[in-house]
C-alpha cells in the first residue's frame, strides 16, 4: 500500500500538491483518480471492496444522527501542506467553517475506514492527520471492525491511541457527537 506509482525521469522528484493540480488540469492525471500525496509521493488508494463499503454504511447511519452544527464530508481531499493531501472516507466540522478555508485543524473528527490499507491508515496515515492538528482520528478495520481511535494530536504523534473492539461504543471527544458503536 505504500507503493508510488513510477514516473519515468521522475523518480527522484517530489510532488507537490500543486503539481498535482496542475497535472489535473492539463489532463495528466485523471480527475477521478485516486492516491494520495504523502511526502511529495503519490500514494494508490485501494479499491473498496464490500467489507469496506458495509462499514462505509454503518459510519454513514451514524453521521446522519449529527447534530446540525456539525458537517460532514466523504472522500474529499484534505489538503495538509505543499507535499501532503489525504483522502479520508469522512472528515467532520464545524459547519461554520467553509469548505474552501477547511484546514486539517478544523476537523474534529476524520474517519478512515480500511481492509488491506489497515497498516498505511494506522502508520503513515495516522501520523499526518496528527502533525496537522486534526483533533481525532478514527481508523476502522473492516474485517475485524476494530476501531483504532487517536487523540491528542501533535507534530510527534497522538497522546492516546486505543483499540476499540466491535460491539464496544465509543463517544468521540467532541462534545454533543452522538455515541458510535461497531
Known sequence: MNATFPTPGLSDRRFTAADIQALVMKGVIREDAKFELVGGDIVPLSPKGPRHEGMRLTVTHWIRRLPLRIA???????????????????????????????????????????????????????????????????????????????RGPSAHGWAEVKDIAAGDAVTPLHAGLPTFTL
Open 72 to 150: 460532514s464530508l466523504a472522500e474529499t481531499t484534505l489538503w495538509l501542506d505543499e507535499h501532503n493531501f489525504l483522502e479520508p472516507d469522512y472528515v467532520l466540522f464545524d459547519r461554520s467553517v467553509a469548505i474552501a478555508d477547511l484546514k486539517a485543524s478544523d476537523v474534529l473528527l476524520a474517519i478512515e475506514v480500511g481492509d488491506h490499507s489497515w497498516r498505511y491508515d494506522t502508520e503513515a496515515k495516522a501520523a499526518l492527520f496528527a502533525k496537522h492538528g486534526v483533533q481525532e482520528y478514527w481508523a476502522i478495520h473492516a474485517p475485524t471492525r476494530l476501531l483504532r481511535l487517536h
